[in-house]
Nanobody, 119 residues
């Protein structure tokens, strides 16, 4: 059974930092592209950052220079370091695992972790 378990969310003041973690089980983690997405109230889910199996990263323009995605294949874990947080970063953050193989796609989501940026 595939599980993606996020942790590290919480309440932080503007300008503060948080580090999200996503521990994966039930998949060959190193083969998967991993990503973080977020969904604010009343808005669609949006991409925050992705990291390929080879370590290449991609970021939404709104978080470039502030957020850093990384992965530890030995721990089957992906991280999102969030610095200089803004109120508009408030959302539920979801971990995603994606693998495209032989014409098929394997795509999994975590349950999400709430991040609230407020004074």
């Amino acid at each position: 059974q595939v599980q993606l378990v996020e942790s590290g969310g919480g309440l932080v003041q503007p300008g503060g930092s948080l580090r999200l973690s996503c521990a994966a089980s039930g998949i060959s983690f190193s083969a998967y592209a991993m990503g973080w997405y977020r969904q604010a109230p009343g808005k669609q889910r949006e991409l925050v950052a992705t990291i390929t199996s080879g370590g290449s990263t991609n970021y939404a323009d709104s978080v470039k220079g502030r957020f850093t995605i990384s992965r530890d294949n030995a721990k089957n874990t992906v991280y999102l370091q969030m610095n200089s947080l803004k109120p508009e970063d408030t959302a539920v953050y979801y971990c995603n695992a994606n693998l495209r193989l032989f014409g098929g796609e394997y795509n999994y989501w975590g349950q999400g972790t709430q991040v609230t940026v407020s004074s």
